[in-house]
């Protein structure tokens, strides 16, 4: 017996899509007159907590292909702030470090969650449980990605 899909406003995927959209579009003001995209941010936001990252690591930590972040990386390069560098053991891996500028923009970043928070207007209690449940779903799901 197959039972029809839950409706699309009770889907998780689409809830999960929604809210992230919904953020996304948040920032996307604040971004904009940063010079900055979303995924930009993110990947400075793995610089900021661990410079000197490998191409790699940086697509691990964001669940992206090498492949995608490389141009990020290089439009970050291109901007001033960040640099690469092939790691000499090893020049397949390219390091990838902030410049000054890079590290004096993560000040200019810091009312990008403030503004989320107090747009939100949920209990910080309340986002750091919705953030708890991503994050255990996405880790269950990197977990057993072949479960059908």
Do not use: F
């Not at 397949?92 to 590290?103: A, D, F, I, K, S």
């Amino acid at each position: 017996m197959n039972a029809l899909p839950l409706p699309l406003e009770r889907q998780l995927c689409y809830s999960l899509y929604a809210a992230s959209m919904a953020v996304t579009r948040t920032y996307k003001p604040m971004l904009d007159a940063l010079g900055l995209t979303y995924p930009q941010y993110l990947i400075l936001l793995a610089l900021w907590d661990e410079d000197g990252l490998s191409i790699g690591t940086i697509a691990e930590r964001l669940a992206l292909e090498s492949s995608t972040v490389t141009p990020l990386v290089k439009r970050l390069e291109a901007a001033g702030l960040v640099t690469r560098q092939r790691d000499t053991a090893d020049e397949r891996r390219v390091h990838v470090r902030l410049t000054e500028p890079g590290v004096a923009m993560r000040a200019r970043c810091t009312c990008l969650g403030e503004t989320l928070v107090a747009k939100a207007g949920l209990p910080l209690e309340e986002l750091a449980a919705l953030h708890a449940g991503a994050t255990r779903l996405r880790q269950a799901l990197s977990a057993n990605p072949a479960a059908t």
